[in-house]
Nanobody, 119 residues
Framework: QVQLVESGGGLVQPGGSLRLSCAGS????????MSWYRQAPGKERELVAT???????NYADSMKGRFTISRDNAKNTVYLQMNSLKPKDTAVYYC?????????????WGQGTQVTVSS
C-alpha cells in the first residue's frame, strides 16, 4: 500500500537548519507531485512547498529564500532543506503525494514529523 514516511524533524535553535526527508513506497513516485505542508498548534494546515514531476518548484511566500524542496526519483524521496529557522516555523511537517488521472485525484499523506524552533 502507499506509504510516506517523514524523518529529520527535531529541536533546533533559531537561525539553525534542518533537512526533512520523506520516503515513498507503494506507488510510482516519479509520477506524483510532491509537497510539504505544515500545521502549527491551533492553526490550519498550510502549504510549504511543492515540486512537480518535472522538477518545477513553488513556495509559500514566507518560506521563499529559506526553504528548498528537492526530489530524488531514484530513491523515491523528497527533501525539504530549511535554513534560517524561526520560532514561527515550529509545526508538524507533513509530506504529500498527489496525482490527477482524468477526474480522479490520488492524494496521500505521511504521518508527520515535529519541528521545534526554540532557544
Amino acid at each position: 500500500q502507499v506509504q510516506l514516511v517523514e524523518s529529520g524533524g527535531g529541536l533546533v535553535q533559531p537561525g539553525g537548519s534542518l533537512r526533512l526527508s520523506c520516503a515513498g513506497s507503494g506507488f510510482t513516485f516519479r509520477s506524483y507531485a510532491m509537497s510539504w505542508y505544515r500545521q502549527a498548534p491551533g492553526k490550519e494546515r498550510e502549504l510549504v512547498a511543492t515540486i512537480t514531476t518535472g522538477g518545477n518548484t513553488n513556495y509559500a511566500d514566507s518560506m521563499k529564500g529559506r526553504f528548498t524542496i528537492s526530489r530524488d526519483n531514484a530513491k523515491n524521496t523528497v527533501y525539504l532543506q530549511m535554513n534560517s529557522l524561526k520560532p514561527k516555523d515550529t509545526a508538524v511537517y507533513y509530506c504529500n503525494a498527489r496525482r490527477l488521472v482524468g477526474w480522479t485525484e490520488y492524494d496521500n499523506w505521511g504521518q508527520g514529523t515535529q519541528v521545534t524552533v526554540s532557544s
